[in-house]
């Protein structure tokens, strides 16, 4: 048992070196975070639909399909060309959000689902990093299984609720040219992701 909750604390601080990384999902959640509190939380909730059944495939021994490279560069071209989409209805959406208290043109939990099952980064971590987690939680059993889901799930919550809440609260303090460059700044992080994942799906067929 204390081998188990010393493998779960490391779980912690190893998912949120992950979670607390800038990327697409950060930069979704600071723009929804504009509506409402719980946007962090409905976008992790979206990341773990994704997630959950990923766990559950490498557990049953499905590692090597998330290595392929055809699988990768797939989700490279046609994540990109989504996050690239996202990133365009946000930069639209700029003045609608800061002048007239509008939301951009999707909701969280769907971002949080998009910016998980397009991102081939996302899979590449949990078929290197997260299978050697999940092989060292294995010997303990499904009842392991199911906590570690939950402690992983648990590191993303709390992370994205918590930039949820101080976007939510701190916003109006801004100012709007600040706000508008929040905005812009995003859209573009977004689009540049986006592109690194096109070009990084045609260099692995090139």
Known sequence: MTELAALLVSVVFISFTGVMMPGPMFAVTLAKSYKTPFAGAWISLGHAVVEVPVILLIYFGFAR???????QVILSLAGGVMII?????????????VTRGRDVPYNAFVAGMVMSAMNPFFLLWWATVGSMLIMKIAPFGAPALVLFIFVHWLCDLVWLSLVSCLVY??????????QLWVFILNSLFL???GAWFIVSGFRSIF
């Open 65 to 71: 399909f998330f290595e392929n490279a055809t699988v």
């Open 191 to 193: 689009a540049g992701f």
């Open 169 to 178: 609260k701190t916003h109006s303090w801004w100012g709007g040219r600040l």
């Open 85 to 97: 989409f996202m990133a365009v209805g946000m930069f639209r959406a700029r003045h609608e959000v």
